[in-house]
């Protein structure tokens, strides 16, 4: 009901804007108040990107590039994809009304937090399900943090955010279970996600 979670949310927006709540709670009481629940992969809370460099041998917080544009979706992340985006959708308008939509994927979604959590149970089992018994091909699974970012806004079906577990859990991030993934072709899997893990913890309390 709309009119007892406004109140809710009020409270929380003002405790957050003096302080009282850091921005890792308030985001979570955003995911709560909206219906997010930790218990559902189908509504899992979601936690936006902010670190956009994801090349740079060292990372400049100085430079306002280094961050995501938050006033903008994952979708217009690039205005290049977001053109194509437009443009599809103007080229078969009149002839294809199941095409008439912008972005063909959510920025959240079971296969998403499964994705992201396959090196843990019950997730990795999860995944297992959902690929007829087997994992993956190595290039698909969520292996490098900076290729998730490329991904996410360069890719005509790619549009995910974050789940919380990347502002505070970092072992989600290491193949504790040995488990056989396959092999990645184009990147170290630890080296790349455990060394931007810090940065996100550290930004977003700042």
Do not use: C
């Not at 189908?42 to 936690?47: G, I």
């Amino acid at each position: 009901n709309d009119d007892d979670i406004i109140p809710l949310l009020n409270k929380a927006t003002h405790d957050w804007q003096i302080g009282r709540l850091t921005n890792f709670e308030y985001l979570l009481k955003l995911n709560k108040y909206s219906g997010r629940s930790y218990h559902d992969l189908s509504q899992y809370p979601v936690f936006p990107w902010i670190i956009a460099d994801y090349t740079s041998d060292v990372l400049d917080l100085t430079k306002p590039e280094a961050f995501r544009d938050l006033s903008k979706p994952m979708g217009a992340m690039k205005e290049s994809r977001l053109n194509e985006l437009k443009s599809r959708i103007s080229k078969l308008y009149n002839t294809d009304e199941s095409s008439n939509f912008l972005y063909g994927s959510f920025y959240s979604s079971s296969a998403t937090v499964i994705g992201y959590l396959i090196r843990m149970e019950p997730f990795t089992t999860l995944h297992v399900e959902l690929q007829n018994g087997k994992f993956d091909i190595g290039d698909r699974l969520f292996v490098s943090i900076p290729e998730a970012w490329e991904s996410a806004t360069s890719s005509q079906m790619d549009f995910r955010e974050l789940i919380p577990e990347f502002y505070y859990l970092p072992d989600f991030l290491v193949n504790e279970n040995k488990l056989d993934l396959g092999i990645y072709s184009k990147t170290n899997e630890k080296s790349t996600m455990l060394s931007y893990l810090n940065g996100h913890q550290v930004l977003l309390i700042s």
